[in-house]
């Protein structure tokens, strides 16, 4: 253990109750393995669960609502109701995971980046949390910096307390209702899939796919991250785009995610979706193209007009 805070972040501690809380997930994920706990209502479910928690819980309100905001949800209650979908996936409280990615965003790929793909593909998958940097350990002061917002909210502060409700009322329902498969599939292996999705953006998506944006990090588009993900697979469009709530921008950039946003919006349930100016022909340039134009963009020459395939960079920010 060392309390260095020089030019390299070190580890400074193991996250016990996260480790052993996942650890044990995982254990009970290998009891799908046992044929008797097997039915096919209970894999329906664990798919159904997989979208309701990791798409709708995770993807669009702890990411892409919380986290940049790129939309609002009224009434505000039900803001509340997805951040508790979102606490059932088991990636902790609202505001400590919106902390880590705001900072992720602050510092793409550095050295305070808190699961910077440059120490290895295993910590940003899963060693960044396990053993978190002295740095970005969860203490009030780490969540004012990086949640001013939710941290004035008394609601988001208590949820992110005891976040470990969540998932433990989902297991005791699931377990009421259907027994041993319902638990196995709908519980133990559908959280284990969700981890995994989540990590792999972190991981995968900053190393392997392609690129349409020049961005300062190693972002890129990976279209098995994004079916997985309902969306979060186009990265390197994410970080170009960070309060965009689209982030497939290209037709064949299928984003489960941001229909699901059109859906609510159209309910009433959703408003002022911040989205990229893009032209009608931006969707269809190549990624040397749209890496060619990024480029040209970044020099900002004062007084040209964007070009008609070129995707205009409103909406960036950090
Ligand atoms: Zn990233
Ligand atoms: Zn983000």
Known sequence: ?????????????I???????IAMLHLGALLAFVPAFFTW?????????????????????????????????????LEYVMTAIGASASEGGAIGWVADHRRHHAHSDDHEDVHSPNRGFGWAHMFWWMTPDI???????????WCPDL???????WMDTYHIIFPILGAVALYAVGGMPYLVWGFFMRTVLVLHSTWLVN?????????????????TNLWWVAIITYGEGWHNNH????????????WWEFDATYIAIRVMSFLGMARKIKLPKLTHAAPIVSP??????????????????????????????R
């Open 1 to 13: 253990m060392t309390t260095s805070t020089t030019t390299r972040a070190q580890h400074n501690s």
């Open 15 to 21: 996250a016990w109750p996260a480790l052993i809380w």
């Open 41 to 77: 209502d209970a894999l329906l479910l664990c798919l159904v669960l997989h979208w309701v928690t990791g798409g709708l819980g995770i993807t669009l309100t702890y990411h892409r609502l919380l986290t940049h905001r790129s939309f609002e949800v009224r009434p505000k209650w």
């Open 135 to 145: 740095t970005s350990v969860h203490t009030v002061e780490y969540y004012k910096k």
């Open 151 to 157: 941290m004035k909210d008394p609601v988001h502060r």
């Open 203 to 219: 991981s995968a998506t900053h190393v392997w796919g392609y690129r349409s944006h020049e961005t300062r990090d190693t972002s």
């Open 239 to 250: 970080h170009a785009f960070q309060t965009s709530a689209r982030h497939g921008m290209r």
């Open 288 to 317: 040397e193209r749209a890496a060619k134009l990024a480029r040209k963009q970044s020099k900002k020459v004062k007084g040209r007009r964007p070009m008609d395939d070129e995707p205009e960079l409103v909406g960036a920010s």
